[in-house]
């Protein structure tokens, strides 16, 4: 045996045993010799256990220099930067490794999967449909192929696909809660929780079959608060039981320094919580508080960029562990930790639950508790969740006094309209919603209103509407309950943002969905004249219109009751003149409102963060003296 074969052995002995360093030395020492590919791509594959990405990708890249056709290179180099969430090169990599290996199934699955991400439907289903022509019995695949056909729309075969998988496989998490998703965005509430429940049973760490299960129960107008409470607090157990001991912290306890605020979200991008923390990073006080941004944004846009150049400091989480996200926390001194995001997509709660910054607090992206004992404090107001109420939070609540959020009006935003009742003659509702929200319950008692006013109409607009199956499904919903579909307008999207709130030019009052109700669409329907109607709930998310609401002084438009909710809606037909002069004023009520106080709101969350720290540094300068005091014994 030569001494280069010897090399090789060890490596591949060292590398299969999982002893990482020592294959990353061997393979090292054997490539200062002979540049060989196969030697590179195995060294990439080392790097990336040892959690080396960015040298991983420059072995894989390294190998494809020396030979264009090394398939493994190309699949690997594809695979890394998918997971780092760098889609576009990630696709090209994927292609070329199809293309050099047309039969291997799981390369293109996976590029199913980005196109799929990216937007590409029709490719990745046509990529998802070769693969299967290859190997028809591959569950994965068909669980790709459901995920892209539901996004296109066509939920009935995104259903069958996943089946087949689960048929295929009946141990695949990943396929009960596909078909979850999908049973919730039909309102079958009680089979899409069965089967994230099934996914849970399978693998208790299936983070997203517990968020997507935590959501689905919001959803459903049948669900109980309390057991809402019990499912927060079960589901986030292990999770919390699997953290590591609590960390110590050694921020320095002076009570009146400047604070060290970090913000955790995956939705630093286009989206409610951008616009909402827009404002707050605009107004902080640089003398009194130093602002991080930790953002789990894989696809970053023009709001990304802005909301960047507001923050202090930057920083991108894709592709990092939890703990890799714990140690940079630590390594910034954070002193309190906001988390933006809750049990929704791309949350980073197992960071919060090893506790990396001395205080930690939940707010905006998520309405309802954590379930985390880890996390300290949750923002709220006392409209949302009034004093007194039964506890259904593991946080301690901190109600502010200004309101649940602070909208920040769009620049695009075009003039206030007329009411449509003007020139129609009749009253026109809408709700720009997410379809998930417009239940079977919201569609009876909607249906309700129209039926006490023939000649109303009611204008519906969610991106669902651009599937023929969900148009066809909410229109049928609505005949059921006695309402002629000719009476329904269902728009799937506008071009624009100032294209979307045009549309509130075609509705003279806004309907709120419940259980689970508005926030962005209360906030863009009001700054755009028109008044919304919302039935009263019995937690945050089914009155977070009702706190909106209230901050403008508009309080009149909360019903306590479905009955009082109708009498309402039918109380505005035939005040053309009323709706006219309202939608004149609401713009600069909203304007002169706490709502859109951006240094008022941004003052009070500083004046709060202040005393959480103060009670922070009292407790922790107590319990250094405690420990003197036991020393001293």
């Known amino acids: 045996m030569t001494v280069g074969e010897s090399l090789v052995n060890s490596a591949l002995r060292f590398h299969r045993a999982g002893d990482y360093r020592m294959a990353e030395q061997f393979y090292t020492q054997i490539l200062n010799e002979t540049p060989a590919p196969a030697v590179h791509t ?53 292609k070329l490794a199809a293309s050099l290996n047309p039969t291997a199934v799981m390369s293109r699955c996976t ?47 995104a259903c069958v696909a996943y089946r087949r998988a689960i048929q295929l496989k009946p141990e695949f998490a990943a396929a009960h809660v596909s078909l979850g998703n999908a049973l919730t965005a039909l309102h079958r509430f009680d089979e899409a929780c069965s089967h994230y429940r099934q996914a849970l049973r399978i693998n208790p760490a299936e983070r997203t079959a517990r968020d997507n299960l935590l959501m689905a129960m919001q959803y459903d107008p049948e669900f109980d608060v309390d057991e809402l409470f019990v499912a927060h607090c079960e589901l986030t157990q292990p999770m919390q039981c699997a953290a590591p001991t609590a960390l110590l912290h050694d921020n320095d306890p002076a009570p009146l320094r400047r604070l060290r605020i970090g913000y955790v979200s995956p939705d630093f991008r286009k989206h409610s919580v951008a ?58 001194q954070i002193d309190i930790l906001i988390d933006l995001a809750g049990h929704t997509a791309g949350n980073r709660l197992g960071v919060f639950s090893q506790k990396p910054a001395p205080i930690q607090v939940s707010y905006l992206g998520y309405g309802n508790t954590t379930g985390l004992s880890s996390v300290d404090y949750w923002l709220t107001d006392a409209v949302a969740d009034p004093p007194g109420e039964s506890r259904r939070h593991t946080e301690t609540l901190i109600r502010l006094q200004r309101g649940i959020a602070c909208y920040a009006p769009p620049t695009a935003a075009p003039d206030v309209a007329p009411p449509p009742m003007l020139r129609n003659g009749f009253l026109t509702f809408g709700s720009f919603n997410k379809r998930v929200k417009i239940n079977p319950a919201v569609i009876r008692l909607w249906s309700r209103v129209l039926e ?78 028109v008044p919304v109607l919302t039935l009263r709930g019995n937690c945050y998310v089914s009155r977070m219109t009702s706190s909106l609401l209230t901050q403008i002084g508009l309080t009149g438009c909360i019903a306590e009751t479905p009955d009082d909710f109708v009498r309402r809606a039918i109380a505005w037909d035939g005040q053309a003149d009323c709706l006219a002069e309202l939608r004149r004023e609401l713009r600069t009520v909203c304007a002169d409102s706490p709502l859109c106080d951006a240094t008022g709101y941004t003052q009070e969350l500083e004046a709060v963060y202040r005393t959480m720290w103060q009670t922070w540094c009292a407790q922790s300068s107590s319990l250094r003296i405690h420990e003197c005091a036991i020393g001293d014994r």
């Open 275 to 332: 616009f909402f923390m827009k404002p707050i990073l605009a107004k902080y006080d640089p003398s009194a508080v130093e602002t991080f941004c930790y953002a789990q944004v894989a696809q970053p846009d023009e709001t990304t960029q802005q909301l960047q150049n507001l923050a202090g400091h930057w920083r991108s989480t894709v592709g990092m562990s939890d703990a890799a996200v714990v140690e940079l926390i630590r390594r910034d």
């Open 452 to 529: 006490s006013l023939p000649t109303s109409r009611l204008v519906l607009k969610d991106r669902a509407y651009a599937s023929p199956e969900m148009r066809e499904i909410t229109l049928a919903e609505f005949l059921r309950c006695g309402v002629e579909v000719d009476r329904i307008d269902l728009i799937p999207r506008a071009e624009s943002l100032r294209d979307h709130l045009e549309l509130y030019s075609r509705i003279d009052v806004a309907l709120d969905p419940f259980p689970y109700g508005g926030s962005t669409t209360t906030c863009e329907a009001l700054w755009m004249g």
């Open 42 to 94: 195995n060294l990439g594959i080392v790097k990336r256990a040892l959690g080396d990405f960015e040298g991983a990708i420059a072995c894989y890249r390294r190998a494809i220099e020396l030979d264009a056709t090394c398939f493994e290179a190309h699949n690997n180099l594809g695979n890394l930067l998918w997971k780092q969430g760098r889609l576009a090169e990630a696709l090209g990599s994927l």
């Open 111 to 157: 590029l199913g999967l980005i196109q799929t991400e990216l937007g590409e439907l029709d490719a990745a289903i046509d990529e998802f449909q070769t693969a299967l022509r290859i190997a028809p019995e591959f569950a994965e695949t068909h669980n790709g192929l459901g995920r892209a056909l539901q996004l296109r729309g066509e939920f009935a075969q």
